[in-house]
Nanobody, 123 residues
Framework: QLQLVESGGGLVQPGGSLRLSCTAS????????IGWFRQAPGKEREGVSC????????NYADSVKGRFTISRDNVKSTVYLQMDNLKPEDTAIYYC????????????????WGQGTQVTVSS
């Protein structure tokens, strides 16, 4: 059974860091692309970052470039989102999702989603 589980969210002060994890089961992680998305209260869901399968490239939304880094550990079937220099506007529920293509896209269609993890940036 395909499953994605996010973890690592929490409360952090502005300028702080968090690392989110997305652990996959039920499929071979390296075959496909994984995306991170977020949704803040009253706002539409937006793509944050994605990483392609089989060594594919990664992409980032302009709002997080230079601050967020996506990576994958295929042995652990986990994709990470390292978030540095966090800002209050990064506050949202963060979701990971799998796209059954090797090429990633932060605006494309995704096939399955995790349950989300809350990130709150506040002093």
């Amino acid at each position: 059974q395909l499953q994605l589980v996010e973890s690592g969210g929490g409360l952090v002060q502005p300028g702080g860091s968090l690392r989110l994890s997305c652990t996959a089961s039920g499929f071979t992680l390296d075959d496909y692309s994984i995306g991170w998305f977020r949704q803040a209260p009253g706002k539409e869901r937006e793509g944050v970052s994605c990483i392609g399968g089989r060594g594919g490239s990664s992409n980032y939304a302009d709002s997080v470039k230079g601050r967020f880094t996506i990576s994958r550990d295929n042995v652990k079937s986990t994709v990470y989102l390292q978030m540095d220099n966090l800002k209050p506007e990064d506050t949202a529920i963060y979701y990971c999702a799998v796209r059954f293509f090797r090429l990633c896209s932060i605006s494309g269609q995704y096939n399955a989603w995790g349950q989300g993890t809350q990130v709150t940036v506040s002093s």
